[in-house]
């Protein structure tokens, strides 16, 4: 069931109980939340500030009688084409689960609108211990890491589908886009290995979980991500390597012919060439002269042309 009290109400704080677990749900905190917090569960100072803070790296806090989780999951920002890293905080206690977060990952609210609206969603998810909630929240957040990757397989397949047709522009710029999103990605899904492997090498009674079970899924899971983004990675390079070896070979192509387009025209700007100087020549006066002296420069330029194709150099 949802409770929500006059304090509450103020705040952007939901609360979710069955039996004796209760899910707090915080989204966009602020310095009202994190009271709220401190008063309801005498959490440390420092990790409530660590959930104000924007600069934050993945984490696991130890104490007493809570594990305090900060963990960042990729979300594509379509505006910059890049994707960005989105921070959820995780207290997690004997009888109690705290998440705050900025309200952009859609998993996590979803679970938790479910819960709230659906008796036989809350059942599922809240029955058992806070250590299952956890792993259920998380679940959640890694699978919603594979639709992500299966785009950026997408894009990949795309540009190498069209790498090469020469007429394709704006290659280069696909090719930087996409393996800057690659390398921002890996960037966010790298730190949490360290998480996540914790949680499942060591043994947390609070949680009430078998850890190899439940995290270690997870940590297989983030292996897959993983794998994939590094297969990515190597092929984007690939494809750019290749691309840049075409444009070297139509650019020499490309200065192949327009020297020997030069080549064949060196009979007729040596004649040019003479004409243009302001003293008299040699038969100049003679009219059937300037017909032979073009004839013998065309003669003159088809021999080379036949000679630059037989060396395949045209």
Not at 128 to 145: A, E, H, K, N
Not at 155 to 174: C, K, P, Q, S, W
Not at 178 to 197: G, Q, T
Request: hydrophobic residues 45%; charged residues 25%; aromatic residues 10%.
């Amino acid at each position: 069931m949802t409770t929500v009290d006059s304090s509450q109400q103020q705040l952007n704080v939901r609360v979710l109980e069955n039996g004796q677990l209760t899910w707090v749900n915080v989204e966009r905190p602020g310095l009202a939340e994190m009271a709220y917090l401190k008063e309801r569960y005498s959490f440390h100072q420092l990790t409530l500030d660590d959930c104000l803070s924007t600069i934050q790296i993945p984490k696991l806090d130890v104490f007493d009688d809570y594990l305090f989780l900060v963990l960042q999951f990729p979300l594509f920002n379509p505006k910059s084409q890049i994707t960005l890293p989105s921070e959820v905080d995780i207290f997690v206690g004997a009888n109690y689960l705290v998440t705050v977060h900025s309200g952009t990952l859609h998993p996590l609210t979803k679970l938790f609108n479910d819960c709230e609206q659906s008796e036989e969603v809350r059942q599922q998810v809240l029955s058992s211990s806070s250590g299952f909630l956890l792993y259920r929240i998380l679940d959640g957040l890694v699978d919603y890491c594979f639709p992500m990757v299966n785009r950026i397989i997408t894009n990949v397949n795309a540009i190498e589908g069209r790498l090469f047709d020469t007429r394709e522009r704006g290659i280069v710029r696909e090719m930087a886009l996409v393996r800057r999103d690659i390398i921002s990605y890996r960037r966010v899904v790298r730190p949490m290995f360290d998480v996540l492997e914790e949680l499942e090498e060591k043994e947390f009674p609070l949680l009430h979980v078998d850890p190899d079970i439940y995290f270690g899924d997870l940590v297989d899971h983030l292996r897959r991500i993983w794998g994939e983004l590094e297969d990515m990675k190597e092929v984007i390079e690939s494809l750019h390597d290749t691309h840049a070896s075409l444009a070297t070979y139509r650019n020499n192509d490309i200065v192949r012919a327009l020297t020997g387009a030069a080549t064949l025209a060196l009979p007729f700007l040596a004649i040019a060439s003479l004409y243009g100087m302001n003293v008299p020549l040699p038969l100049e006066e003679e009219d059937w002269f300037f017909p032979v002296l073009i004839g013998g420069a065309s003669l003159a330029s088809v021999a080379m042309f036949v000679f630059l194709r037989l060396r395949r150099w045209l």
